[in-house]
């Protein structure tokens, strides 16, 4: 398995494009979230979804929009992107609570909005 | 309102050493816990959780304890090694949530 992956690595925007953070995880997991770090913090949540066709808000959605049309993907969309959306994104998944929960981590996306 | 915090931002050991990274925790209807060891440029990797109806849990050199009763929890790491070098984060989700919250983390840095 590949676990999850994300795409790109590293992205420098100018204010007010868009892009779309792919996710995909190859582990059959319903939980997918989309987490933001800023440096030195913890993790912010920004979406989640606990399966196909279903998202909600996390702690931070304003300028973000998620969609989940299949089990494997979840991708994050920034629609003008803004110099305060400059962060480290890291997208993750997991089964359900009570079915061996551990949360996997992709390796993250590095976005600079200048 | 409530939260998970660390006390010790930055912690420096010798290797060879025992490290013991602490966290608090102010929601009382947490009911699991776990910890997790992000390296530079790396996202976050699972390391070992416990649940509330447990005080102790142990794995491959890592402890973790569960103070329910003061709200805290410590992720000890035996026989520290260059390799542990890290930041750690805890994090705890309330029963019948499906989102953890986590704490900043901590660094840790082991000198050879």
């Known amino acids: 398995n590949a676990g999850v992956t994300q795409t790109p690595k590293f992205r420098i925007l100018k204010i007010g494009q868009s892009m779309t953070l792919q996710c995909t995880q190859d582990m059959n997991h319903n939980y997918m979230y989309w987490y933001r770090q800023d440096p030195g913090m913890g993790l912010k949540l920004i979406y989640y979804s606990v399966g196909a066709g279903i998202t909600d808000k996390g702690e931070v959605p304003n300028g973000y929009n998620v969609s989940r049309s299949t089990t494997e993907d979840f991708p994050l969309r920034l629609e003008l992107a803004a110099p305060s959306q400059t962060s480290v994104y890291f997208c993750a998944s997991n089964k359900p609570p009570g079915q061996q929960e551990t949360q996997y981590f992709g390796p993250g996306t590095r976005l600079l909005v200048l | 309102g409530e939260s998970v915090g660390l006390h010790l931002p930055t912690l420096s050991v010798q290797e060879g050493d025992n490290s013991i990274i602490n966290c608090a925790y102010s929601?009382?209807?947490?009911?699991?816990f776990i910890w997790y060891k992000q390296e530079s440029g790396k996202g976050p990797q699972f390391i070992i959780d416990i649940r509330s109806n447990m005080d102790k849990r142990q794995g491959q050199r890592v402890t973790v304890l569960l103070n329910k009763t003061v709200k805290h929890l410590s992720l000890q790491i035996a026989a520290t090694q260059p390799g542990d070098s890290a930041v750690y984060f805890c994090?705890?989700?309330?029963?019948?949530?499906?989102?953890?919250?986590f704490g900043r983390g901590t660094s840790l840095i082991v000198h050879p």
């Open positions: 929601n009382s209807a947490s009911d699991y």
């Open positions: 994090a705890e989700r309330a029963g019948g949530s499906y989102i953890p919250t």
